[in-house]
């Protein structure tokens, strides 16, 4: 099946389109999609047995498996949840998707069970977000320009995966897989707002996934640390000299030393009772 095998590599330009977008944990999930529906295919056709490495069972069911999967995490992207509701509902389906399939492979469940729940969490949302806003969420534009589209593509790559295969399977499958790509694409989001912006935008690299980036507290650029003002706690109490707690003026001295000379007019008896003498 070559045909079938060459339009599963439509996936690896939705992986990077996704990538761009700041949608990491979703371009992976279209291109561990794009490969195994393209060894499934490869195996499934003749010359190609070679490129077999696992048994045909196991490709077979992660091929529907990587389908289901990127419809779920595309349509939970363009729900817009916050964390850790966006991440708890993606395991959701991630684990309910494995058992689903490791049931029935072929099933209509296999595809219907993850979009019927995911557009049902989906209109939750966004309800209780219009009645938040009292306007309509999220704007027009986006379901004209995307929810629209979408999910017209989205409808044709079913049906053609369901009703028309037996026409022409190769021809037909490979429509299957460019409906199903040009779906993802405009369903997903222009941007992920978790991604970040301009230096602190995450990218996705082969020393992102290895774990072998640092983090912008760990930089070796030499950065200059602001000095720390001394702040009053209970381990630090500003000292004062006693005797001057109680007031702010400065004490007076204890002792005056006499004059050199004694003052005219003066006898020395009052110049005694000056100083304090006896």
């Known amino acids: 099946m070559l045909l079938p095998t060459i339009s599963s590599l439509v996936f690896l330009p939705i992986a990077s389109v996704a990538a761009k977008r700041g949608f990491h944990m979703e371009a992976m999930v279209y291109f561990f999609t794009m490969f195994f529906t393209a060894v499934y295919h490869a195996c499934d056709g003749l010359g190609l047995s070679i490129l077999c490495f696992m048994k045909y069972d196991i490709l077979e069911y992660f091929n529907v498996y990587g389908t289901a999967l990127s419809m779920w995490v595309t349509l939970i992207a363009l729900g817009d949840f916050d964390e850790p509701q966006r991440s708890s509902i993606t395991m959701f389906g991630v684990l309910t998707i494995a058992v689903r399939i490791y049931q029935d492979h072929w099933g209509y469940g296999v595809y219907s069970g993850p979009i019927g729940s995911a557009v049902f969490i989906i209109t939750v949302k966004w309800l209780q977000k219009m009645k ?51 779906s993802f694409i405009l369903l997903l989001p222009k941007k992920n707002r978790y991604a970040g912006t301009g230096q602190n935008a995450a990218k996705l690299s082969c020393f992102t996934l290895c774990c072998c980036t640092m983090s912008p507290g760990t930089s070796k650029e030499k950065k200059e640390k602001p000095k720390k003002t001394p702040s009053r706690t209970v381990w630090t109490v500003p000292t004062m000299k006693p005797w001057i707690r109680g007031c702010s003026t400065p004490a007076l001295p204890l002792y005056k030393t006499p004059p050199s000379t004694p003052v005219k007019g003066t006898s020395i008896s009052k110049l005694k009772e000056m100083n304090g003498w006896k």
């Open 132 to 182: 938040q806003l009292r306007a309509v969420y999220p704007e027009k534009m986006v379901y004209t320009q995307q929810v629209g589209p979408g999910c017209c593509f989205g409808a044709l790559a079913l049906m053609l995966r369901f009703y028309f295969e037996e026409w022409d399977y190769a021809y037909v499958h490979s429509f299957y897989h460019l409906s199903l790509a040009v």
